[in-house]
């Protein structure tokens, strides 16, 4: 969804017209539309702040629920909230 959001801001921000929204189409041609509300677009901008923040300050809070996921990641062996 994020991504969608964003294609949404980038063509209002360079096209200068509005882009209510998205859709996403998965490899199955199963199409989900994401609407480009203002309250997404607040969630949006917030989301990059703090993205913005983590990376000013090279922390970040990993999401380990995913064992399978976590356990492929190509920067385990330098992550120091990896589950052992």
């Not at 096209?15 to 998965?26: F, G, Q, T």
């Amino acid at each position: 969804m994020i991504q969608a959001l964003a294609y949404c801001a980038l063509v209002e921000d360079q096209m200068k017209i509005p882009a209510p929204y998205a859709l996403v189409i998965y490899a199955g041609q199963q199409v989900r539309r994401v609407d480009f509300t203002e309250q997404r677009r607040r969630w949006l901008l917030d989301t990059i702040r703090e993205l913005e923040l983590a990376r000013e300050r090279q922390t970040a809070k990993r999401n380990h629920d995913h064992r399978a996921r976590c356990a492929r990641c190509g920067v385990r062996s330098h992550c120091d909230q990896a589950p052992l």
